[in-house]
């Protein structure tokens, strides 16, 4: 009895070429992405997903490379699919980070900051625990299932071997920006109204009392109800932000 080992090459060239697109997408994810995770462990969930997703993409994985330079031009091609779904989902979940700076800006606590272990950088404290909150109802709310299925589906839109459309990832990069900005102001606009409407209102008792420091003493009162308001509030954005996060990864995967 012989044993054939014909099919390794072409089944470690399958494997290869997943993980070249599932490792730099897998990086970019909110959560499991980030900075703070240990390395190793990033790089064993890509392994798994790739695994994973293996039997039911193998289907699409063109024949193997007759040379090197084929085999380094198809797993680059991977790798840049993968780097841009990756960097489109990694912009979806900073629209909850320009709400939170706008909230701050309105709240007077924009000079307040803190270490944002979900960016690796300092942020005001309304964007740094909204940025966490929202990765934990993400996955909370398993709408990191969405991102997975959207992986799957990435081997229906750009299969490996086919044409890279740069088009294709430049608009839909132009959409996803152009949604984060408009997410941030929405779920900010309570904010906005309310500073507009309080600084209204201290302008008009400043020249009715100049005797009066009204900013001075005003700024505690700005700072109490911004934080009210966005203790009132929090719920319903929160809600309004992760139907909007579950929608545009749906369209993503159009």
Do not use: C
């Not at 091609?77 to 709400?99: P, R, W």
């Not at 309080?198 to 420091?213: D, K, V």
């Amino acid at each position: 009895m012989t044993f054939s080992l014909e099919y390794l090459p072409a089944t470690a060239f399958a494997v290869f070429l997943i993980f070249s697109r599932i490792g730099p997408l897998v990086m970019m994810l909110p959560g499991i992405g980030e900075a703070s995770v240990p390395m190793r462990s990033r790089l064993a969930f890509a392994v798994m997903l790739t695994l994973v997703l293996y039997p039911v993409v193998v289907g699409k994985i063109p024949p193997l490379p007759s040379s090197l330079t084929g085999l380094i031009g198809a797993s680059m091609k991977e790798m840049v699919i993968g780097f841009s779904f990756g960097a489109i989902i990694k912009i979806l979940s900073t629209g909850i980070q320009v709400a939170g700076n706008v909230i701050a800006f309105q709240a007077g606590l924009s000079f307040a900051m803190t270490a944002d272990p979900t960016t690796g950088r300092s942020d005001s404290v309304f964007s740094s625990f909204l940025m966490m909150l929202s990765t934990v109802m993400i996955f909370a709310m398993d709408l990191h299932h969405l991102i997975i299925a959207a992986m799957y589906d990435s081997y229906m839109m750009f299969p490996p071997g086919a044409p890279f459309e740069i088009a294709v990832f430049s608009d839909a990069a132009l959409l996803t920006v152009a949604s984060i900005f408009k997410i941030g102001v929405q779920l900010s606009t309570p904010f906005i109204v309310f500073g507009l409407v309080f600084f209204l209102g201290l302008g008009i008792l400043s020249r009715l009392i100049p005797q009066i420091q009204v900013f001075f003493i005003a700024m505690p009162a700005n700072i109490y109800i911004g934080t009210l308001l966005f203790v009132l509030l929090l719920s319903a954005m929160m809600n309004w932000y992760l139907s909007y996060y579950e929608a545009s990864i749906v369209n993503l995967m159009r």
